[in-house]
């Protein structure tokens, strides 16, 4: 007997007749958000207004002497672009010095060497990466898969999807996906 996945979007109930047509959205802040960024998915169709409704924001840090972290302020682009009295404000960001990024996949340990993670470590299994997936990340993603995605959900990474072909041949799902009556996409 088979079964048959019926997906729906989470913002207006309707049925998605083809995976394809379904948008991932990462929720990282709202007022009612209490535990961390959330996923939901809504139909493509659903988010054509989306760009007209975006607003142009800025992020600021206000890096104060007497702090030990720096305040993140949001606020609308014009707010900020009228705090330039001196120059417009593309110009004075044209001509700003640059900050370093930094990069948390990228982080070095002290003396510059750069850390290896360990994806076969619950703390990283299932975490997307170009190297080879080894036997203990799949046998720790095959244990420990609703866990897993918990977590990449809430660091707001990709999600194993057990629909997934790619994501259940890297990390050796097959029968997961079997028992759990996942079709294959």
Do not use: C, W
């Amino acid at each position: 007997m088979g079964q048959k996945i019926i997906r729906f979007s989470d913002l207006t109930g309707k049925h998605a007749e083809d995976d394809g047509d379904l948008v991932r959205i990462v929720v990282r802040q709202h007022p009612d958000l209490e535990d961390g960024p959330v996923e939901i998915e809504a139909l493509a169709g659903e988010l054509t207004e989306l760009q007209e409704l975006a607003l142009d924001l800025v992020t600021i840090e206000l890096h104060h002497p007497d702090a030990d972290e720096p305040e993140t302020v949001v606020l609308e682009a014009d707010a900020f672009d009228r705090l330039a009295s001196a120059a417009p404000m593309a110009e004075v960001l044209r001509t700003a010095k640059r900050v370093a990024r930094t990069v948390p996949s990228q982080a070095t340990a002290p003396g510059g060497v750069r850390e290896r993670v360990n994806y076969a470590s619950l703390e990283h299994a299932g975490k997307p990466h170009k190297g080879r997936t080894t036997d203990a990340e799949k046998q720790l993603v095959q244990q420990h898969l609703d866990e897993i995605n918990e977590r990449l959900a809430a660091e707001g990474i990709r999600t194993i999807d057990l629909a997934n072909a790619e994501h259940v041949a890297r990390y050796g799902l097959e029968t997961l996906a079997q028992d759990r009556g996942t079709t294959l996409a």
